[in-house]
């Protein structure tokens, strides 16, 4: 089959790796028709992660089941269907606790597995023509047959669950006002996602003008950090006080606000002066323990100086940790059926699976409007 393969920083190709097969009968094989380029995938693409030259990226999936094993009960042929880019057992200590971003059993010695994702178990990602599904019954999620709503669910599969797991994290109820760090598709969809939960005013900080511009257009207040310290930017809207609530859509690569060098903690700091005293902060951006690229030997290993004295001051609290898409992508799914919720607004390009190289680059660069795109092996949906 054609697959999306790693060669080494900076650097993807389309070429013919081997076919998946059923290795357990609780397996599917999904026939691959939407998979989407996610910002986690950059942080391997830029040779910031322990990823080897030869894996297969994707971890956001739909498709078609092409075939299943003899153990799988609730699903059939032709079924169409999305992954959470979790994989899990659904039966060990967390994911019964309904922890399934990091189950216990698919990645022995390491709490939590994923598609195509270094460090997260033997899993091929999806940016393929199939995908095998461990735990299929568990793992995969029905949609209504068809090929309508495609771009919406695809997204079901990580970043509409993620950007409102950041609420959830947060604790964001109806009437408050939320400032949202990065406006990438996460971003997006955590601030979009404080406003389906009934957030008063949603503040979406960033200095992408095309990020900013989709931030406005679905109702947040866009605040260019380029321009000023974002957080005095925002207390200036709020009376002085900062938010009720805080969400880190950004992670480790943030940038410094003069936008010239990397500072991995200056969005969490600058949440802890953003939200007011006793506000809850919610962190589903990326932090990892190992970061070869580093802008100093702390931050190679993870370890960053947030500003936790001033977090004890104002008795702000913390959640953090990635999303558990099983304990959300079914409530999401029936809202976007009902026309509640429509989160493919972020979705800015609609590609074939041979044009994922130059999405890639495009994307990292953050050119030509590339916001976030969705290739489609093997199918004629490419715009």
Same mark, same amino acid.
């Given at each position: ?17 081997? @076919?998946?097969?059923?290795? /357990? ?17 950059? /942080? ?14 994707? /971890? ?186 805080? *969400? ?39 932090? *990892? ?8 030997? /702390? ?64 994307? @990292? ?19």
């Amino acid at each position: 089959m054609k697959a999306v393969v790693y060669e080494k920083p900076f650097s993807v190709t389309v070429r013919d790796v081997d @076919d998946p097969r059923i290795q /357990h009968p609780n397996d599917v094989l999904v026939r691959v028709t939407s998979t989407a380029i996610c910002g986690s995938d950059l /942080h391997m693409y830029e040779g910031r992660t322990a990823a080897e030259p030869g894996i297969v990226f994707g /971890h956001e999936n739909l498709g078609v089941v092409e075939e299943t094993g003899d153990g799988v009960t609730s699903l059939s042929v032709g079924d169409r269907v999305v992954m959470p880019f979790n994989v899990a057992c659904g039966f060990c200590k967390n994911c019964l606790a309904g922890e399934t971003g990091f189950c216990l059993t698919v990645n022995p010695g390491f709490a939590g597995g994923a598609y195509g994702y270094v460090a997260m178990g033997p899993y091929t990602g999806g940016q393929a023509e199939l995908l095998r599904v461990p735990f299929a019954d568990f793992n995969c999620l029905k949609l209504p047959a068809g090929e309508e709503f495609e771009t919406d669910f695809v997204l079901l599969a990580d970043i509409f669950p993620t950007g409102y797991h950041g609420c959830e994290l947060a604790q964001v109820t109806p009437g408050e006002t939320v400032a949202v760090y990065g406006a990438g598709p996460v971003g997006l969809m955590a601030a979009y996602s404080a406003l389906l939960r009934g957030a008063a005013k949603v503040f979406s900080v960033d200095r992408v003008p095309e990020r900013l511009a989709k931030a406005e257009e679905i109702g947040a207040v866009p605040v260019d950090f380029t321009k000023g310290d974002p957080a005095e930017q925002i207390k200036e809207q709020t009376k002085g006080e900062g938010t009720d609530k805080g *969400v880190d859509a950004v992670g480790y690569q943030a940038q410094a606000h003069d936008t010239s060098h990397e500072e991995p903690a200056i969005v969490l700091n600058a949440l802890v002066e953003t939200v007011r005293a006793t506000g809850r902060l919610g962190v589903p951006g990326l932090y *990892v323990p190992s970061d070869p690229g580093g802008p100093d030997e /702390h931050a190679k290993h993870g370890q960053l100086l947030v500003s936790i004295g001033r977090m004890f001051e104002k008795g702000q609290k913390m959640g953090t940790g990635q999303c558990n898409v099983k304990r959300y992508n079914r409530q999401l799914r029936d809202l976007i059926i009902a026309g509640r919720a429509k989160p493919c607004f972020v979705v800015s390009h609609e590609l074939s699976l041979e044009e994922a190289p130059g999405a890639y680059e495009k994307f @990292d660069k953050r050119i030509e409007g590339y916001t976030k795109v969705v290739l489609h092996p093997g199918h004629a949906l490419a715009a």
